[in-house]
């Protein structure tokens, strides 16, 4: 009997053991928001150096995949100037979707954010949407996705 209790114990504190170490290693691991989070390959190619403000009219909004390893879809609208017509990246489609601020195609807006060389082309990596008076905040001044921004402090 007194076997039998003490086989009983050390299963059960083995069983403890086992619980709690599978929960101190494995926890709950965040990916960069599919590929969208701050220290992601995409999001470090956001240069605060090359930040400039365009103004003009949205030809096409999309969604795609920009990089491989992102999971989830972005949000690109392809921005007609005076000059070019540029492609602007928004963010993650789950994020932009639910902004109060809309943005369709004939809409004039001005975006504020970082020039960057994307697949040999230009494109601006999206911090700020100014639609009327309208203001869609994607990104702090250092490029921080705000879709991040809990997981900062």
């Known amino acids: 009997m007194k076997n039998i209790k003490a086989i009983a114990f050390l299963l059960?504190?083995?069983?403890?053991v086992v619980t709690v170490d599978s929960f101190a290693q494995g926890g709950m691991r965040w990916r960069g928001s599919g590929g969208w989070g701050p220290g992601s390959q995409y999001n470090r190619m956001y240069n605060p150096k090359t930040v400039e403000t365009l103004s003009g009219e949205v030809i096409s909004i999309d969604q795609t995949t920009s990089m491989k390893g992102?999971?989830?879809?972005?949000?690109?609208?392809?921005?007609?100037?005076?000059?070019?017509?540029?492609?602007?990246?928004?963010?993650?489609?789950?994020?932009?979707?639910?902004?109060?601020?809309?943005?369709?195609?004939?809409?004039?807006?001005?975006?504020?954010?970082?020039?960057?060389?994307?697949?040999?082309?230009?494109?601006?990596?999206?911090?700020?949407?100014k639609k009327g008076t309208e203001v869609l905040n994607l990104r702090d001044d250092n490029g921080f996705p705000l879709w991040s921004g809990w997981r900062r402090r």
Do not use: C, Y
């Open 12 to 16: 059960l504190v083995m069983s403890l």
């Open 70 to 129: 992102m999971s989830s879809a972005g949000v690109h609208l392809e921005l007609k100037t005076g000059q070019e017509n540029v492609s602007v990246h928004l963010g993650p489609a789950w994020f932009i979707e639910n902004q109060d601020t809309k943005i369709s195609p004939k809409d004039q807006i001005e975006v504020k954010g970082s020039r960057i060389t994307f697949e040999g082309k230009p494109a601006i990596i999206a911090a700020q949407v």
